[in-house]
Structure formats: C-alpha cells, structure tokens
C-alpha cells in the first residue's frame, strides 16, 4: 500500500524557516520522481519543487528559487523540503508526491502534475507575524 505523509507544517513568522518530511512507503524512492505541491485559499496548485534520483535537474518553482531546498533520503525513505526566508505568500497547505520515473521528469512533473500517480494528506504553511 503506497502512502506518501508530510509532517513539519505549522506558524512561522515572515522571515523564518521550516523543514517539510514526506515519508513514503509501499514502492522504491528511486523509482519515483517526488515532488512537493502547494495550494493557498483562492489558488490553483503549484508545484514548488521536483526531484528524482536520476541526473534530471531538480526543479523549483521561480517564487522559491534561492529560498527553499528540496533532498531526499533514499536510506529513509523520505524526502524534505527545507524552506527559508518564508513570506506571507508562502502560506498554504502542502502536498507530497509521486509520479513513476519511466514516464516523467522533475519539470513537467512539477508544471503540469504530469503522471502524478500518489498524494499526500497536505500539511498546513501559515507563514504570518
């Protein structure tokens, strides 16, 4: 049974930081492409940030570019996004997800979903002073 489950999702002030876990279970880490979504009240999802275990770029959204850092621990089975300098606009629920490597890529996965076949729960971002 494949579960993805984000953990690390609270209050931080602007300006401050938080390390998202997405532990996952029931398929091989390296098989997949794991990406970290987001969704805030009124909005369209948006892919934050997509890695995989081949030599394909890891992708991240321009709007976290330089701020947020995605890696993954094959041994644990679990990726993490680490996110700093947060903004106002960071604020949303998170999701983790997986999309089968033999049918994608970290950038099409993260702009289209593409092949996206595992979701997470979400895990609440309020970035807020």
């Known amino acids: 049974q494949v579960q993805l489950v984000e953990s690390g999702g609270g209050l931080v002030q602007p300006g401050g930081s938080l390390r998202l876990s997405c532990a996952t279970s029931?398929?091989?880490?390296?098989?997949?492409?794991i990406g970290w979504f987001r969704q805030a009240p009124g909005k369209e999802r948006e892919g934050v940030s997509c890695i995989s275990s081949s030599a394909d770029p890891t992708f991240y959204a321009e709007s976290v570019k330089g701020r947020f850092t995605i890696s993954r621990d094959s041994a644990k089975n679990t990726v993490y996004l680490e996110m700093n300098k947060l903004e106002p606009e960071d604020t949303a629920v998170y999701y983790c997800a997986a999309a089968d490597a033999l049918w994608t890529t970290t950038q099409p996965m993260c702009e289209r979903g593409q092949h996206v076949g595992y979701w997470g729960q979400g895990t609440q971002v309020t970035v807020s002073s």
């Open positions: 029931g398929f091989t880490l390296d098989d997949y492409v």
